[in-house]
Structure formats: C-alpha cells, structure tokens
C-alpha cells in the first residue's frame, strides 16, 4: 500500500494540529452496524451501507481544533481494511506520510516515525486523552459505527439527518444518489467537550466497481 505525502506547517501548533487532524481521520476494521430504529427506507440503506467496504472521496474538511481553523482539501481512499488519506492547500512546508490498516498505523512528520496498534493509541500518545477515531469510517459513510449504542434522528422522507453516539453529534445534509445508494455530500462531527469539530463540505464519492470490487491492488 502507498503512503500519501502531504505539506504541513512546520510549528508545533501547526504539527499538533495536523497530528490530531489525520488521527481522527485513521480507520479501524470493518464490522457490520447494528440496527437502530428501525424503518424500511433506513434498513434498506444500512444494509447497503454495510456492504460499501471500497470507496473514494474528494472535498474539503473544515477543521476546528484548539482556536484555530483551516479548510485543506481532502482526497480519501478505502479499499477494504487499508486506507489512505491526503489533505492540501492549508499549509506548504514539511512533510507527513500516513498509512494504516487494522492492527498498525505508521505516521511519518517532519522526520519523526511514529507507529502504534490503532490510531487511538497514537491519538493517546501524543495528546494525553482518547477520541473514538475509528468510527468515522461509518460516520463518513451515513451509518452508526458497531457495538455503541446511538441515537438516530430522521427527516419526513426516512431519511439519517443526525446521529449522537459516544459524546459526538454527526450531522448530514445534502445527500446525493450514487445509483441505488445514497451519500452525504456534507457531514459535520462537533464535539464540545474537546472544542473540536470537523465539517466535510462538497463531497463527491466514487463508487466504481472497478473500486469497490478491488482485492489487492494498491490504492493510487
């Protein structure tokens, strides 16, 4: 699998800022979601949510994150358990290389290798408290992340407008059709008790078949 060379800035703001950006942005394995008030249109789309394991995105993310804001554009790419993440456009020195798949997450910045088990224990690590990175896999996608209990908010058409789960509130607007499935084209993740939040605006997924039935080529 690749790494993604990405610029940052080369502060220690700036390197704090990026280290939790891409942290809260690293996946963990994929199990199904559990069922949450039930309706036809929700089950349907669950169900096929569930089975969306290989997927690309490109937009923006807005983050918040201890006063201080930038909006980079963001390219993301998951095939199976392997992902990898690139973000540009805010900072243009240094910089990070990002890999992960379940069991291992390598982050290269500045000269500095870090690894660890999962990107909650490099999140751990680095900033001294823990954030449920690995459920924005499911976030992203419109879906509650496994084995958490979570509050589901639906609009008159069935449709996932807001889930709170484990402190998080994660909201959607503007979905898109992508054939038979449906996509959030923005998805904003608040959560006041650490002042942070992420806001993923123009949102465009790839779903190709040659991208979802991908078994062992890289992602590029």
């Not at 891409?22 to 394995?29: G, I, K, M």
């Not at 918040?64 to 930038?70: L, P, T």
């Not at 904003?188 to 939040?197: K, V």
Request: charged fraction near 20%; aromatic fraction near 10%.
């Amino acid at each position: 699998m690749k790494a993604i060379q990405l610029s940052v800035g080369s502060s220690p703001l700036a390197s704090k800022f990026w280290s939790t950006l891409l942290l809260c942005l690293s996946l963990a394995s994929c199990v199904g979601a559990p069922p949450a008030q039930e309706n036809s249109n929700w089950t349907r789309q669950r169900d096929q949510l569930r089975q969306l394991h290989s997927w690309r995105l490109s937009g923006r993310v807005n983050i918040r994150y201890d006063n201080e804001s930038h909006t980079p554009r963001i390219r993301w790419a998951q095939q199976k358990l392997e992902y990898q993440i690139r973000l540009w456009g805010t900072f243009n020195a240094g910089n990070t290389l990002i890999v992960g798949r379940p069991g291992y997450v390598t982050m290269q910045q500045n000269g500095d290798v870090l690894t660890a088990a999962s990107p909650e224990d490099l999140i751990l690590q680095q900033l001294g408290y823990e954030l449920p990175v690995s459920f924005l896999e499911y976030w992203i996608k419109g879906m509650p992340a496994p084995n958490t209990p979570a509050d589901l908010t639906f609009n008159e058409l069935n449709q996932l407008t807001k889930l709170s789960q484990f402190g998080w509130s994660v909201s959607y607007t503007d979905p898109r059709q992508y054939g038979a499935i449906s996509l959030p084209r923005r998805v904003e993740l608040t959560r006041p008790q650490n002042d942070i939040r992420l806001r993923f605006i123009g949102l465009n997924w790839d779903l190709d078949a040659s991208v979802n039935n991908a078994r062992s080529n890289p992602i590029n």
